[in-house]
């Protein structure tokens, strides 16, 4: 089956420093990726849509200059956490729509980040 | 602005009981509604996908159905067993711009042996 991959699973890092993470689609292109943000015991919350060579789309409310987002191939989606604060601690995950048609998407493992 | 909302939050029930997770949305105007498990600490398995023009999907213990017109969706468990405990999160795909997903509330589920 399809499979989406994210890495790392688990990062501690400063507070002031960057953390990038990554979201793979392993057997399939995806052109449309989404990530989201879980804090404990909450629901997901969609941060933004990131699409394969232009701009992501930000929600309302997720600050864009905190949070980069860069689809640069059909199976790559980066998301920097710049200048971390421990309040950007969370849990982190990425979807990838596998078929358009059903709207079929599958979700990475989530990455932990923490910031000190 | 769709509001997904899940009902109840948490449950707890002995082994090889059925349940019943409810689901509800506020706009009708969805692709789809699909059903996801998560387990602590972990990513979403897919469970089941329900096309907006469908009624119902089974996999194995699983049963979904998917009242469009209502904004409703429920999950039926058959003989609940102890590795069904974990996190059931319902989430509507609009129809409208990248497709993204708007996930409920989530029911946290825990069957004791």
């Known amino acids: 089956g399809a499979v989406v991959s994210q890495h790392p699973s688990r990062v501690i890092c400063k507070s002031g420093t960057s953390v990038k993470i990554e979201c793979r689609s392993l057997d399939f292109q995806a052109t449309t990726m989404f990530w989201y943000r879980q804090f404990p015991k909450k629901s997901l919350m969609l941060m933004a849509t990131?699409?394969?060579?232009?701009?992501?789309?930000?929600e309302q409310g997720v600050e864009k200059d905190k949070f980069l987002i860069n689809h640069a191939s059909l199976t790559l989606s980066t998301l920097t956490v710049t200048s971390a604060h421990p309040e950007d601690s969370s849990f982190y995950i990425c979807?990838?729509?596998?078929?358009?048609?059903?709207?079929?998407?599958?979700f990475g493992e989530g990455s932990r980040l923490t910031v000190l | 602005k769709q509001e997904v909302t899940q009902i109840p939050a948490a449950l707890s029930v002995p082994e090889g009981e059925n349940l019943v997770l409810n689901c509800s949305f506020t706009?009708?105007?969805?692709?789809?509604l699909q059903w996801f498990r998560q387990d602590p600490g972990k990513g979403l398995t897919s469970l089941l996908l329900i096309q907006s023009s469908q009624r119902e999907q089974t996999s194995g213990r699983l049963n979904a159905s998917l009242d469009k017109s209502s904004g409703r969706s429920t999950l039926y468990i058959a003989a609940s067993q102890p590795g069904d405990s974990a996190t059931y999160l319902c989430a509507v795909q609009m129809n409208t711009g990248f497709q993204k997903l708007v996930f409920g509330t989530g029911t946290r589920l825990l069957v004791s042996p």
């Open positions: 990131s699409n394969e060579g232009s701009k992501a789309t930000y």
């Open positions: 706009d009708s105007a969805i692709y789809n």
């Open positions: 979807s990838a729509i596998r078929d358009r048609g059903t709207g079929e998407l599958f």
